[in-house]
């Protein structure tokens, strides 16, 4: 079945952009997923096209109206999730992308100007979701972070399960350095133990370079990789062998 997403935006032409490249562009012509892109414009009322105000209370810039917006998600709404790109939301993480890519899609809403009237926030139950603690000019540089990660997971869509199972945040660890031919370059050789052909050691060494580098970078995660009981964080087995790189 596909996967479908739908943005209001008052950008369409920015969609799908970088999305209809490479794995997510392929996929959206295999039909994995689909996209629409509506303009929020095409909801105004008034023969300017308003879609934004000032704000009550006063302050710079414009609002996004709570009467427009609405409109525009009554017009794509059917029960998917439904996302707010804010900087106020939740940080976004691989298990909400996890869960979004296992439902049928996903509606999401891209501000501009300072940002949307609070109000339809609310009446709509959106789920407001962050990127990252830094501020865009739009919301929809933010859903095209989210869809991304979203449609990489999307069942066919990379060609191995493996590599989304064994990488970055699986387990809340940083995923270990990757090497590959030549194996030797400009005076520096690859670590001796990923061409011994020792499954395990090389196994052992990767969850060594992996958790060095989480207890080094990310102190939040080494502290919730070691409440994992031992099980859950035993060295994996490297997949078997594929073609050398
Ligand atoms: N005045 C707001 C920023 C508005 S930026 C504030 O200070 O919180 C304009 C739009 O860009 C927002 O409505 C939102 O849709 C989007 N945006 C900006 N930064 C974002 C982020 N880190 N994550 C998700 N969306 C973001």
């Known amino acids: 079945m596909t996967w479908r997403a739908s943005l209001l935006t008052l950008y369409p032409d920015m969609f799908p952009g970088p999305l209809g490249q490479s794995l997510a562009g392929r996929a959206l012509a295999s039909g994995a997923w689909s996209l629409e892109a509506r303009d929020m414009r ?8 308003t879609v934004d105000d000032t704000p009550f209370g006063g302050g ?3 609002v996004l109206r709570p009467d427009i917006v609405d409109a525009a998600i009554a017009a794509v709404d059917d029960g998917r999730p439904l996302i707010c790109l804010t900087p106020r939301g939740t940080p976004l993480t691989q298990a909400t992308i996890r869960a979004l890519a296992a439902g049928p899609g996903l509606i999401a809403l891209c501000g501009r100007f300072e940002g949307i009237d609070q109000r339809v926030i609310e009446a709509r139950a959106m789920q407001e979701i962050s990127i990252g603690d830094y501020v865009l ?5 933010a859903a095209i972070v989210l869809l991304d990660a979203c449609i990489r997971l999307l069942p066919g869509v990379m060609n191995t399960g493996a590599s989304a199972h064994e990488e970055s945040f699986a387990l809340p660890l940083l995923e270990y350095p990757h090497y590959t031919r030549p194996a030797l370059w400009q005076g520096r050789p690859v670590p001796d133990v990923l061409v011994s ?5 090389i196994a052992a060494w990767r969850r060594h370079q992996a958790e060095t580098l989480t207890r080094q970078r990310r102190p939040d995660l080494w502290h919730a990789y070691r409440q994992l009981p031992d099980e859950a964080t035993r060295p994996m087995e490297p ?5 050398r790189p």
Do not use: I, K, L, N
């Open 239 to 243: 997949p078997s062998e594929g073609p």
């Open 60 to 62: 710079p810039g414009m």
């Open 137 to 141: 000019s739009g919301g929809e540089p």
């Open 197 to 201: 052909g020792h499954h395990a050691e």
């Open 42 to 49: 095409a909801f105004a009322t008034d023969r300017h096209r």
